[in-house]
Structure formats: C-alpha cells, structure tokens
C-alpha cells in the first residue's frame, strides 16, 4: 500500500478547533498544510507583534530546521511540527532553562499519551528505546537597548507515525517515530494540546527550577562517559549531573570538572558499575 494514502487514512488532520478544545488556556493557534519552518514563521508574527502564546503549527515543512544548523525533516501526515511564541518576563539567564522545560513538557506529554517510557538526551532530545523522536530548536530575540528578552520561539518536532518510508538507513539508526518505537499511534491534536498544557503549567513557576527534578528523572546522559563538542572543542568524560541551570557537569580524565551549557554530546559507551 502507498505509505502516503495509509499515514493520511490513519492520522487525523490537523485543525484549530480540536487543538484548543483539549487546552486548558486559550492559545492563538494558526495551521498550515505545508510551511518552510514553523520557526521562521512564528519569527515574523512575533517581530510583527504576535501574542505570546500564539501557536504556529504545519502538517508539513519543506526546510525543517533543527540545531547546530541541521535539517529536520518533517514529511507529510507524520509529525507534530509546532512553534510556541513566548514574551517572557523574566531574564536572559532564565531562557536558558526553556529548552530544558520544554523537553520535560513534551516528553510528559507523549509519555502520558502513548504510555512508554520517554528519555531525554541533555539537553533537548527525546528517547524512546535508544532512538530519537523528538528534537526542540529554541530562538530569542533580544532588545538591544535593554537587553531584555523580546521573544522568544519554542520549536518542537514530534516524529508521531512511521517514519521507515521517509528517512534512509543512516538516520533510522539514530532516529525514529513514537509509532515505530511502540507501536500507538497518537492523535496530533490531542498531542498538540497536551504539550501545551504540560509547557503552560511548567511555565508558571519555571524559576523556581522544580522540572529539573523530572528531567534529572529521565535523563540519559548522566552517570556515563559522553563525548561532547563545545565552541567547537571536543572532550571526553563522565557526565556526573544536570545542574540547577540544566548545564552539564562533566569530569574529565585529569580528575577536574567543566560545565557545558550548549553543545552536543553522546553516549560513549554505558557504565559498567
Ligand atoms: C533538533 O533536533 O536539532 C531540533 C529540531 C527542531 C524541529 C522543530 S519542528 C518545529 C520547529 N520548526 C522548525 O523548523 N524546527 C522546529
């Protein structure tokens, strides 16, 4: 069977009135069938005065955008492609801790609907046995003036069907879909509206840090030798924590330690204690 005319007989389309029938607070939520990034368009609805809570989603992009200036592909009917606008008014040192907020939302979020066990990967990946299924691209804006947040964009991609029929072998062994892994398939609206919720709730008190608990819960990384790159230096070493500003400690082979704040790292090999 085409795996174009099965994934859209299988997943419902995505529609406002579903999304915010299921959120507890209202949100402006504007969807498109196809997009280039949900990212870039909710940039210029919020340099155009967007609210914050505005939601942009697309059932498809044709320039997925993920970090370090990596593509995400987002195929037709598959996955969940949104992009939060937020004005917070907390600092530039908070918005730090939104990425890591959002991780433990959608991870909550997909873990309450589908019912299997979701990772994360410090400091913005979703894991479902090994394999990854969620990726968060976060953009701010500053005002140059004050040096204050502006806004700032949540973007959260969600491989929700199969993905086996769109990525080639190279990326189906680091990548796959909530379907692939365990074999539900979610409604995205409901999924929509649930990370939502999770995020809005998450939001409220996000200085005072309580979703670190739950991230630390599910995190990966911790307790195991990563490689890591940072401004473009690569280290080896054991991943001892997430700190209170969701960084990562890591112990180097001379005994001392350096706190990564961005960058990427991997799983080197699993502890044998
Ligand atoms: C990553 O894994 O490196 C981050 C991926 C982020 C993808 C999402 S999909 C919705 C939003 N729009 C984009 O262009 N990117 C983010």
Request: proline share 2%; charged share 25%; aromatic share 4%.
């Amino acid at each position: 069977m085409n795996e174009n005319i099965r994934n859209s007989q299988q997943i419902s389309k995505l529609c406002t009135e579903v999304i915010s029938a299921h959120t507890k607070a209202p949100h402006d939520i504007i969807v498109f069938d196809e997009i280039d990034s949900t990212n870039n368009y909710a940039k210029k609805s919020a340099s155009d005065g967007a609210l914050s809570g505005t939601v942009i989603i697309a059932d498809r992009q044709s320039n997925g955008r993920g970090r370090l200036g990596r593509n995400f592909i987002s195929p037709p009917a598959s996955g969940l492609y949104m992009s939060v606008i937020l004005r917070p008014d907390f600092g530039v040192e908070t918005a730090q801790l939104l990425t890591p907020c959002a991780a433990v939302a959608a991870a909550e979020a997909v873990e309450a609907l589908s019912g299997c066990k979701t990772d994360i990967k410090w400091v913005n990946d979703l894991y479902m046995n090994d394999r990854k299924i969620c990726g968060i691209l976060t953009e701010s804006s500053i005002i140059p003036s004050s040096h204050s947040l502006d806004y700032v964009i949540i973007g959260i991609g969600i491989n929700v069907l199969s993905v086996k029929n769109y990525f080639d072998a190279e990326l189906l062994a680091v990548a796959s879909s909530i379907e692939d892994e365990c074999g539900v398939i979610l409604d995205r609206n409901c999924l929509c509206a649930e990370v939502l919720n999770r995020l809005d709730e998450l939001l409220t008190d996000i200085e005072s840090r309580r979703f670190l608990e739950e991230y630390r819960r599910r995190e990966i990384l911790t307790g195991n030798l990563i490689t890591a790159t940072a401004g473009g230096a690569s280290i080896t070493g054991k991943a001892l924590e997430i700190d209170q500003n969701a960084n990562i400690v890591v112990e180097l082979g001379n005994g001392t330690t350096t706190v990564l704040s961005s960058g990427e790292a991997n799983l080197c090999r699993l502890k044998k204690d």
